[in-house]
């Protein structure tokens, strides 16, 4: 499973060596604190996506890995599980407009996310 970091100026998604070969991708997702428009929680996010895999790995509430292209730009999946919560962070100018991530931790990602920047530690708050 993913590892989850919040540093004070990002939001880091460290993938595992099956995710990154799943989602045909060789680096981590970094996002930018002052990218993120909105985070939510979602029992169920096979109700989020939108678009087409391009490219990446999907079994039907199952599994959704990698890159899923709409109209509109490219959002990236980390979605394990029929019965897990995810976090779903909508995004402003950066390489995907949407991330959906299923993690048992959610609402502590969502806390710490709303966390002033002064208030994390340095070296960044890991989540899972």
Known sequence: MADLHVHPDRLEIHLTRAEKALALRREDIVIPRDSISSVAITEDPWIWIRG???????????????TWKFHGGKDFLLI?????????????????????????????????????????????EPIE
């Open 52 to 66: 087409i895999r391009a490219p990446g790995a999907a079994v039907p509430l199952t599994l959704s890995v990698g």
């Open 80 to 124: 394990k599980g029929k019965q897990r919560a995810a976090v779903v962070v909508d995004i402003a100018g950066e390489e995907f407009s949407r991330v959906i991530v299923s993690t048992p931790h959610a609402a502590k990602l969502v806390e710490t996310l709303r966390i002033d920047a002064d208030d994390l530690p340095a070296d960044g």
